[in-house]
């Protein structure tokens, strides 16, 4: 008996260090505008964020080490309020490994300048989905969904609905904050909006581009690369649509974030045709990169 309670101990264990978490979140907390803080604080303030993040369960679904979704949180703190509350901002990038290569590919980087929040040093971060009782691990919370629905959508179609949803629950409850970065009309670009137009059917193509462009388009190119980038191109038209439908929307901002230089690496290798038809449909879209995609023109391509 006691042979088998060992060998059921020792597989219960092997499991446990096959299986992960879902999140390999970077921490980093940058404090430099505080004059004469406590120094040791922000690097307790960095570590609890860290431990909040990767060593809570955000999903039902299983992860193995090497699955873990890579992300990184960059919080710049340059006002001090009191002794336990701050201001600054607050910078989410994703990265998501392209199908047969080494290569990975941006998917969110996005920069929130309504961070604001308390920490007090020692005090475990509490997190609760039906309220707002802490800004700082909803504010965390909210982008690790957003991350979640992101890194499911680029594999899934709307795979990432489930979280986006829980992301847009932690606004919805966060409407009597006194914070700022949760109410529609404080912006047209924050928290608020950002989920509100992913979940949007009118602007469903920015979802279905997200899939197109990455599985059926990036992730074919190390075997396919002339398809590939015939599908990315395609799926710059679903981008075009919810562009023609409201040219100011949030996402349309973080989708070229994103995504420009990656576009102008990927399309400079293109057809004189592709090259620009694409270049078309990017100067429309994106203005305001208009001097980056020139690029594309003025590579030699094939």
Not at 27 to 48: L, P, V, Y
Not at 80 to 108: A, C, H, M, W
Not at 172 to 201: M, T
Not at 231 to 243: D, G, H, P, T
């Amino acid at each position: 008996m006691k042979r088998y309670l060992l060998i059921f101990i020792v597989f219960v264990l092997c499991l446990s260090s096959t299986l992960a978490q879902e999140l390999r979140c970077n921490i980093s907390i940058s404090a430099q505008k505080i004059q004469g803080a406590n120094r040791t604080m922000f690097e307790t303030m960095q570590s609890d964020l860290y431990e909040f993040l990767n060593n809570r369960k955000w999903t039902d679904h299983q992860y193995s080490m090497d699955e873990r979704i890579e992300c990184n949180f960059f919080i710049n703190l340059d006002q001090q309020i009191s002794s336990d509350e701050f201001k600054g901002s607050i910078q989410v990038q994703l990265r998501r490994p392209v199908f047969n290569s080494s290569y990975e590919t941006v998917l969110l980087n996005i920069l929130d300048n309504d961070f604001h929040a308390k920490y007090v040093e020692y005090q475990t971060l509490e997190f609760n989905e039906t309220s707002n009782k802490d800004n700082l691990t909803n504010i965390l919370a909210f982008y690790a969904y957003i991350v979640l629905g992101m890194d499911y959508d680029s594999f899934i179609p709307e795979g990432g609905t489930e979280f986006f949803q829980k992301a847009q629950t932690i606004v919805n409850n966060s409407q009597n904050a006194r914070e700022k970065g949760w109410k529609a009309y404080e912006s047209e670009r924050n928290r608020y909006w950002l989920v509100e137009n992913i979940l949007n059917k009118s602007y469903a193509g920015f979802r279905s581009c997200t899939y197109q462009y990455h599985r059926q388009g990036l992730d074919l190119m190390a075997d396919k690369a002339p398809e590939g980038r015939g599908v990315i191109a395609e799926s710059l038209k679903s981008i075009q649509k919810v562009f023609r439908t409201r040219p100011s929307l949030y996402i349309l901002q973080v989708f070229f974030d994103a995504k420009s230089d990656e576009l102008v690496n990927i399309f400079s290798k293109s057809f004189p045709d592709e090259r620009n038809r694409v270049v078309v449909i990017l100067n429309e879209c994106d203005p305001s990169n208009g001097s980056k995609y020139e690029k594309i023109l003025k590579s030699e391509g094939f």
